[in-house]
């Protein structure tokens, strides 16, 4: 089957289904106990993602399970830092941890060039899976924001504020602006090596674009996103990508005009409807957002909402997709019974 | 001043000043030199809070310095919980610690008849502050929303994702509501014990209604806080109540629009000229939302969104704040500043 027939880009070619396609965020992941057996045999998390094998191994169980209308490549968005030269290390049950950047000097000393040996191996990833995908399965990849990526390469870890990257653009925005516009154009040669390796759509993972005032969102995360997808629009036209800038709330809208994005992805707080009404005549799919902690909890309220969410977006282009990603504790009977509801649907 | 001549209450009776009234969200805290001296002298947090001597002094050492338009009584939002009979400790540099309440056996342990006299030693705070503060200033009173509040007391502590209380709030609706059902009534009672005692305005704080699809906002975040505010109109119709339901996002209107609160505080990310455009029509006082990082940050940056911010908001009924609290590392004369270029307006 062509990518341009894949079921799960229908709504990108302004059709409405029945059934809106399905697939998860972190749908590959620690929840199920065959994604721990091999994170286990690749040992380290970052060695997983650069392992084509192991992560197209991956990639590949919740199709094998599930059926989902898409796969997500399996990677992580520090690997584009590990790979300019920042090196990345994940610390067992506290997560990702980099030695700060907070100065144009820091900049400086990464490369483009040297990058491109490690995004290499990911493309590999995705040609395996091009491979070995059933044919019915359309192939996402993607790359976390700019901003997101930064925010952790200046914090030099997760934090909940954000606050070393949000100062850094306060007091020195010139010398910030050469770390985002260095993500741009290493986002833009990743995720063109990724769809000239076979992937059909791009999701672009900004998930602490929330933290922002109108005047900062707009430099951080709205332009550089737009020229990444400009950019994207150019080498490759038929492919849509999907924006996921998570907790914009008010300013979603602003980013989905202003970035030319072809789909939004709703989080748990941004209602689908409200969100489709606000681009009636636009060509915008939208994506979500069902909480991940009802997929945890699981029953009949799961089964009710799912319903809530399919009526309230009938007649629209939808994708079904949560509003932030599966945790760890979800049972997988509760994914198999929300993906079994969904497609009882019509 | 009689409290309806207050400057700060002028936007509540429809007028449109020069020069927005200000006040700051933990304008009383650690950035002050004389809050971690009175802070030293208390020992313990919560003993600072239930000594009403000391809490005056927190609260009013910020207005002696910047001559804010409004003080807010220094307190905690769990306080509520810790006289329901939780006791809640702080642990330093790790934040409240509660053994967590997850089910309506635990809500059934709690009393609000025991919860009197706490609430009576903050009622005798707010007397002392009417007596200490200039007559020209404002005293806000204040109460964690139910939604926030729960979060802790099912947590045990901070979370970044709430998830106790979201999975209890699943899986057991009608225990979950207990809870809710007994923090309402609580802080009805708490919030009419502070404007008995002198307190001029309320804000109502919903730190975490961010974290929950729209079926569940309504139930725990817009419901809960409606109550709250028709119970206050029917004992105290003059005076106003502000929501601050950070996060809410796209949500945001719907909250105004169905709790009936008085004015709605806008989070860093929620830009106020927008929240302002979606009540033109309504009586509806729009407050925020400076970023408390560019607090940090200082300098013209920080003048030229003080001045973006001002015109924006010229002709609305407007009060000048922040998107969020302040932050411990901000330096005490970039709030002089701010006060000062707010000031130097019109």
């Known amino acids: 089957m062509g990518g341009s027939e894949l079921r799960f880009l229908a709504p990108f070619r302004g ?3 029945d059934v809106p396609p399905i697939w998860l ?11 721990r057996a091999t994170r286990a045999e690749a040992g380290d998390f970052l060695k997983l993602c650069y392992t084509p094998k192991l992560a197209a191994e991956v990639t590949l169980q919740p199709i094998r399970r599930y059926g989902f209308d898409a796969a997500i490549l399996f990677s992580d968005i520090l690997v584009v830092p590990d790979a300019l030269g920042q090196a990345v290390r994940f610390v067992e049950g506290e997560g990702p941890r980099l030695d700060p950047i907070r100065s144009a000097d820091g900049v400086s000393r990464l490369t483009l060039a040297g990058a491109v040996s490690k995004f290499d191996v990911v493309a590999e990833t995705v040609q395996r899976l091009r491979q070995d995908l059933p044919h019915e399965t359309a192939l996402i990849g993607f790359c976390g924001a700019p901003w997101t990526v930064a925010t952790y390469m200046v914090q030099g870890q997760g934090s909940s504020d954000q606050a070393e ?3 850094w653009a306060y007091r020195d ?6 770390l985002i516009d260095l993500l741009v154009a290493a986002s833009i040669d990743y995720l063109d090596r990724q769809v000239k390796a076979g992937a059909d759509c ?3 993972f900004d998930t602490w674009a929330g933290s922002l005032p ?12 737009k020229t990444i997808r400009e950019a994207l629009r150019e080498l490759h036209p038929d492919v849509p990508v999907i924006g996921f800038p998570r907790g914009a709330g008010a300013t979603a809208v602003w980013y989905v005009s202003e970035t030319g994005v072809n789909g939004i992805g709703c989080d748990t707080a941004t209602p689908p409807f409200v969100m489709s009404e606000a681009f009636d005549e636009e060509d915008v799919v939208v994506q979500g957002n069902l909480d991940p902690l009802l997929l945890v909890a699981g029953g009949e309220k ?4 799912v319903d809530e969410i399919l009526d309230l977006m009938e007649g629209k282009r939808f994708i079904f997709n949560l509003g932030h990603g599966i945790v760890p504790q979800t ?3 509760n994914v198999g019974r929300l993906v079994e509801r969904v497609r009882s649907k019509g």
């Open 15 to 17: 059709e409405v289904l």
């Open 25 to 35: 965020m972190r749908q590959a992941g620690r929840y199920l106990p065959e994604y």
């Open 165 to 167: 990257a949000r100062l």
């Open 173 to 178: 925005p010139e010398g910030f602006e050469g």
């Open 202 to 204: 791009l999701q672009i």
């Open 214 to 225: 109108d005047d900062e969102f707009d430099r951080w995360v709205v332009k550089p996103t």
């Open 302 to 305: 799961l089964d009710e909402r």
């Open 331 to 333: 049972p997988p009977e």
